[in-house]
């Protein structure tokens, strides 16, 4: 059970806790992107297990209409063991979910870990590009059976057009990034941009916010300007958002703007009700607390939220 105060930031702890909240975005126009919660695993049966659980999940989401997709982090599915194991856990999770119809992000976490999942992701984004036809087709498997909403009304298995199979996320605090995403530039799939997350050193990393801010700026230029599509902002900056929305309308390039659960949730769905396409990063599981820490941690706001929580 998650206790009041973190369900803001977590969908609870099981996959039908998480569809659950998925229903109300969908209900408000607005697709999700589950993530299970979990890092570093060290112990291959944890890493077998979320493995997994990201594959049932997939089967709980091609059984509905709701516009929603995966996100998994390198880390929980065996990078820690070594890049092999992340590969081919990677590869178990893409060719199912390719063969739903269900779209795969690809979180980044630190520095170190960037090549191996460059590495992987590219190999496996060109490897499965054909795939994405197969979203139109009926599923096979286990998700055979009618697919069905929340109500368990049968639904329409055709789901929306994807491009490519697979999406990875890409940090504009590293000073690489520009290259990665001309690296990427033709690989079948989607790129989301972030300002990044983990601490970096200072030789490979801008620190200041503002230099971060001017590579994010000059990093959406360069994905509006060069690719055809599949961009997300994933940020929940006003002024990022409103460049972006400003590079598409001079580049006509189509792109999503993706944010977090709990924040700014009213502008999730004003974006949503203007026609751009808005995500949400729904996380949910039973390893909820360093999450719900870090969100806490990161903004005053946030932290002030908690503490209010917790008096009232
Ligand atoms: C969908 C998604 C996926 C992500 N995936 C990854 C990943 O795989 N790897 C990784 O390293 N990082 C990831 N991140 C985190 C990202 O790198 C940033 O750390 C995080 O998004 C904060 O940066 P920002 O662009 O939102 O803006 P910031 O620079 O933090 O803030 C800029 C402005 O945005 C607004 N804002 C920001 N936060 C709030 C808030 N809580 N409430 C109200 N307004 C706010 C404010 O106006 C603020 O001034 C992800 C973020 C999102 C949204």
């Known amino acids: 059970m998650i206790p009041p105060i973190a369900n803001r930031f977590v969908a609870g702890t099981s996959p039908a806790t998480a569809l659950e909240h998925v229903q109300t975005l969908d209900d408000e126009g607005v697709g999700a992107i589950l993530n299970l919660l979990g890092e570093h695993h060290t112990d ?4 077998a297990a979320d493995v997994d659980a990201y594959r049932s999940l997939v089967d709980s989401i091609a059984r509905t209409a709701f516009d929603a997709c995966i996100s998994v982090k390198p880390s929980q599915i065996g990078l820690d063991i070594g890049p092999e194991e992340f590969e081919s ?28 999942t460059l590495e992987a992701y590219e190999l496996l984004a060109r490897e499965y590009a054909d795939r994405s036809a197969r979203a139109t087709e009926p599923a096979t498997g286990e998700s ?12 329409d298995e055709g789901r929306a057009a994807v491009d490519g199979v697979l999406g ?27 300002k990044g997350a983990y601490d970096e050193p200072k030789s490979i990393a801008y620190k200041e916010k503002d ?6 700026r000059t990093l959406l230029e360069d994905a509006f ?3 055809d599509g599949g961009i997300a902002v994933g940020s929940h900056d006003p002024e990022m ?31 949503a009700a203007d026609g751009v396409s808005v995500y949400q990063y729904v996380p949910y599981g039973s390893r909820w607390l360093s999450y719900f820490y870090r969100r806490v941690r990161e903004r005053k706001e946030n932290l002030l939220f908690a503490v209010r929580a917790i008096i009232s």
């Open 44 to 47: 291959p049966d944890a890493v």
């Open 168 to 194: 990875l996320c890409l940090q504009a605090n590293l000073k690489r990034t520009r290259e990665d995403l001309e690296r990427l530039a033709d690989v079948p799939g989607k790129v989301r941009l972030v």
């Open 241 to 271: 958002i409103a460049y972006a929305k400003q590079l598409h309308e001079e580049h006509g390039t189509p792109y999503e703007v993706q944010m977090l659960m709990g924040v700014r949730a009213d502008a999730q769905r004003e974006l």
């Open 225 to 227: 300007e060069n690719r």
């Open 211 to 216: 230099r971060v801010d001017e590579a994010y």
């Open 89 to 116: 856990n990677l590869e178990r999770i893409v060719s199912h979910a390719a063969d739903r119809g269900v779209f795969v992000w690809v979180d980044m976490e630190d520095h170190t870990t960037t090549d191996a």
């Open 144 to 155: 055979t059976e009618a697919a069905t909403n929340g109500s368990g009304e049968a639904v």
